[in-house]
């Protein structure tokens, strides 16, 4: 399916997986529209986009955590063109630490921007996919949300409810109101998601074993969304599930 024209909505696009997938997406002639709290990358990114003659892509500002934020991005995104035809729910934080360390300023963190900027972001766009009966929902969730590990137990807690709400969602929407679901679940990706990281102990147990291998790229990961994007709309793809070839578990 064409997604020339379409209009599609990126949060955490400010780097990594997000500035990626728009890079993708702009190149097919999407409209892309950039929201993180960042915005001078933004603006860098928007200025990449422009160079490359495809889609357009708009600089909204904004955090994933607040409503008001979320209400401000569908305004402005609606009024310059018209309608809103996906939404990739990226923005995600993963500071790893031990549950004995009791790091819980960052377990709260994770809860605000993992778990709630989803249902924000759902929330935004719902009103208007069910009006249009179309659209595409695309959730960043992980491996981790299938498999938990010693110093992940908040962090795949998290994916793992944005695994489940993405089915959820799936099961409710997708027959009445023709709006796609999609949960991409990507093992180790070289981002700055390991940047939000202080548990000491995290980075000498887990991130050095991460180093011995190859890790997937915020290229790969922009590509499966583009896969699952590209359907047509009788085909929804539930999850992509995807591993670096060298990472074990």
């Known amino acids: 399916m064409s997604m020339k024209g379409k209009t599609i909505i990126i ?37 990449k986009i422009d160079k490359e003659n495809g889609g357009k892509a708009l600089v909204i500002p904004g955090d994933v955590t607040k409503k008001e934020d979320f209400k401000n991005l569908i305004d402005k995104t609606k009024k310059e063109f018209g309608s809103i035809d996906g939404l990739i729910n990226n923005a995600g934080l993963m500071p ?10 960052e377990w709260d963190k ?7 900027g989803v249902l924000n972001g759902v929330a935004a766009v719902l009103p208007t996919m069910m009006e249009q009966k ?7 969730s992980s491996s981790a949300a299938r498999k938990i590990y010693p110093g992940g137990a908040v962090y795949c807690a998290t994916k ?14 997708a027959p009445k109101f023709n709006i796609n679901i999609t949960s991409i679940e990507p093992g180790f990706v070289d981002t700055e998601l390991t940047d939000t990281i202080t548990d000491d102990e995290i980075k ?15 290229e790969d990961i922009a590509n499966a969304i583009y896969y699952s994007l590209s359907q047509p709309k009788r085909a929804n793809v539930n999850d992509v599930f995807i591993m670096p070839t060298e990472q074990e578990q």
């Open 134 to 140: 179309s659209g595409n929902i695309i959730n960043i």
């Open 96 to 105: 790893l630490s031990y549950v004995k360390n009791l790091h819980t300023d």
């Open 204 to 218: 000498e147990d887990v991130l050095s074993n991460f180093k011995e291998m190859t890790p997937l790229q915020a």
């Open 160 to 173: 793992s409810a944005v695994k489940m709400f993405s089915e959820g969602l799936r099961q409710e929407l």
């Open 110 to 116: 994770m809860v605000d921007v993992n778990i709630k």
């Open 11 to 47: 949060t955490g696009a400010s780097s990594g997986i997000g500035e990626a997938t728009a890079m993708r997406l702009a190149k097919e002639g999407v409209n892309v529209v950039l929201t993180a709290r960042r915005e001078e990358k933004l603006k860098e990114l928007k200025s």
